[in-house]
């Protein structure tokens, strides 16, 4: 059974930091391109950054570009989002997503950036 399990959300102030995890089972994780995608509240949900296999290329919105970094640790089958210089515009549901030809879905972990 494919299982994405975010974790690391909360609430923190602008300027501040957070890094969220995604733990990955059920299916090869090497092989597939893992991408956080994020919902702000009334909004579309976008794709905030992607990390490609193989080759481990990534690929960041320009909102975030300079600010957030995905990483992955395919030992681990877990992907990262480190984020920092947060701003309130940040605050969403962040989403983990795994593809290759299909994809998945992780639950999602709420971001609030907020004094």
């Known amino acids: 059974q494919v299982q994405l399990v975010e974790s690391g959300g909360g609430l923190v102030q602008p300027g501040g930091s957070l890094r969220l995890s995604c733990a990955a089972s059920g299916f090869t994780f090497s092989i597939y391109t893992m991408s956080w995608y994020r919902q702000p509240p009334g909004k579309e949900r976008e794709l905030v950054a992607r990390?490609?296999?193989?080759?481990?290329?990534?690929n960041y919105a320009d909102s975030v570009k300079g600010r957030f970094i995905i990483s992955r640790d395919n030992a681990k089958n877990t992907v990262y989002l480190q984020m920092n210089s947060l701003k309130p515009e940040d605050t969403a549901v962040y989403y983990c997503?795994?593809?290759?030809?299909?994809?998945?879905w992780g639950q999602g972990t709420q971001v609030t950036v907020s004094s």
């Open positions: 997503y795994a593809e290759r030809g299909i994809g998945y």
């Open positions: 990390i490609h296999s193989p080759g481990g290329s990534t």
